[in-house]
């Protein structure tokens, strides 16, 4: 059995889609918990829920991401726990690609392939296709290495217990842990996600990776994402999210995917080459210099200022 977690906030315009793609694909037994706050979207959700009741409302106090996430995780039921968003979509047959490698006992967790519907053909959107397209090169290389990588908050599956377990106690011994590496060191299970965390997956995954168990990439998963179309929308979307990987949580983690140091490293080939036209390849310059901006921004937002989760989690209109 799995339960589809999703979060949603002012999102009455697209949560129905996003029911509809998982609703043609999860199984008979599996459960949606949708966390959301306000009214308009609640009416929305209600409304599916009336007609199927696999789909299931759970009040969301406001308090931010996080917080809604463990409101879910609490109410999840079985094994597994698929994470979504309530402005996103999956494709056909994303769930079965998504579950599949979690039938190896040594994986914790697996990550969805985003996927942008933003026109290539404008500025922001032209970004929006180079940086997701990078992640996915990104992700195939390190899966093929058998190396640490991120999950995407947009779509990914994680064993229920390796993030519920009790504060302190450690995990229950399974049947599963028989076969696990013997070399892989057993860490004591965390506790619920930290409710200030700027990037939740992120945590998330860095959490899978120190109990010892392997992130899988499934490309063959797609979830389909609106990105922002204007630089302010993009600056308040990225500013949060990658502020993320400047916070303890992240920063303190053994494992390292994402920086801006890794970014300049590893990043700047590619994006040089994705480029098919000189007016991209002036956009991919643009984009070097909104990076600089947005690194910049972080690092003064988050650690000179230390600005709470409240101040730097900004509704992203445009991509509604």
């Known amino acids: 059995m799995i339960t589809v977690l999703i979060t949603a906030f002012r999102e009455a315009g697209t949560i129905g889609r996003a029911l509809d793609a998982f609703l043609r694909q999860i199984p008979p037994d599996a459960k949606i918990l949708v966390v959301c706050p306000d009214g308009?979207?609640?009416a929305v959700i209600q409304q599916y829920a009336a007609q199927h009741p696999q789909i299931r409302h759970i009040p969301d106090p406001g308090k931010g991401k996080p917080a809604a996430l463990n409101i879910g995780l609490q109410a999840a039921q079985g094994e597994i726990v698929v994470f979504s968003d309530g402005d996103v979509y999956v494709g056909k047959d994303a769930l079965a690609a998504l579950l599949a490698p979690l039938a190896d006992p040594q994986i914790g967790a697996v990550t969805g392939q985003p996927v942008s519907l933003s026109p290539r053909s404008t500025r922001l959107g032209y970004w929006s296709h180079l940086l997701v397209s990078a992640a996915h090169q990104t992700r195939l290389k390190r899966d093929e290495a058998g190396a640490f990588l991120l999950c995407s908050g947009y779509l990914f599956a994680v064993r229920k217990r390796l993030l519920t377990a009790g504060r302190g106690g450690g995990e229950t011994a399974r049947e599963d842990d028989v076969t696990r590496p013997k070399t892989t060191p057993r860490r004591p299970a965390?506790?619920?996600?930290?409710?200030?965390?700027?990037?939740?997956?992120?945590?998330?995954?860095?959490?899978?990776?120190q109990q010892g168990y392997r992130i899988r990439y499934a490309p063959k998963a797609k979830v389909y994402v609106k990105y922002p179309d204007s630089y302010g929308?993009?600056?308040?979307?990225?500013?949060?999210?990658?502020?993320?990987?400047?916070?303890?949580?992240?920063?303190?983690?053994?494992?390292?995917?994402r920086s801006a140091g890794l970014e300049a490293r590893h990043g700047t080939v590619f994006a040089l080459t994705f480029a098919q036209s000189p007016r991209e390849l002036w956009w991919t310059l643009l984009l070097f210099l909104a990076r600089l901006h947005l690194w910049l921004l972080v690092f003064w937002q988050v650690k000179v200022r230390k600005r709470p989760l409240p101040e730097l989690w900004q509704r992203v209109e445009s991509t509604k």
């Open 233 to 257: 929308d993009w600056l308040r979307q990225k500013v949060r999210s990658a502020g993320g990987y400047a916070q303890d949580y992240v920063q303190n983690s053994p494992h390292r995917m």
């Open 190 to 209: 965390p506790t619920p996600i930290p409710e200030d965390a700027l990037a939740e997956d992120a945590v998330i995954s860095h959490l899978i990776a």
């Open 40 to 42: 308009e979207t609640t």
